[in-house]
């Protein structure tokens, strides 16, 4: 008997039952952005990592000049987003 498997969404198949979803390894990620000097660099950082992963749990610290990410996606990704915003982030 041949089985066959169906992708649904998000790592679900359906074959002759139903597996469990896969877990996403998140990661967290920190970033120094020295030129983030208020709330509204808080919030373009925040949207520019949101369009990367609207999942991603964001914590921006102006005072400390620091983005954290919790994600899945690869910190380049979020670097370049940063970086599109008009920022300029170094992995810290």
Not at 9 to 14: A, K, P, T, V
Not at 24 to 50: G, P
Not at 64 to 71: A, Q
Request: hydrophobic share 45%; net charge negative.
């Amino acid at each position: 008997m041949m089985g066959l498997t169906f992708t649904l969404w998000e790592g679900l198949s359906w074959g002759l039952s139903i597996t469990e979803k896969h877990e996403r390894s998140i990661t967290m990620l920190t970033f120094k952005v020295q030129d983030m000097t208020c709330n509204h660099c808080a919030s373009a950082i925040t949207r520019a990592v949101k369009e990367v992963d609207a999942d991603a749990k964001v914590d921006v610290q102006v005072a400390e000049k620091r983005v954290n990410i919790d994600s899945s996606v690869a910190a380049a990704e979020f670097e370049e987003a940063i970086k599109e915003a008009g920022y300029t982030p170094v992995a810290a």
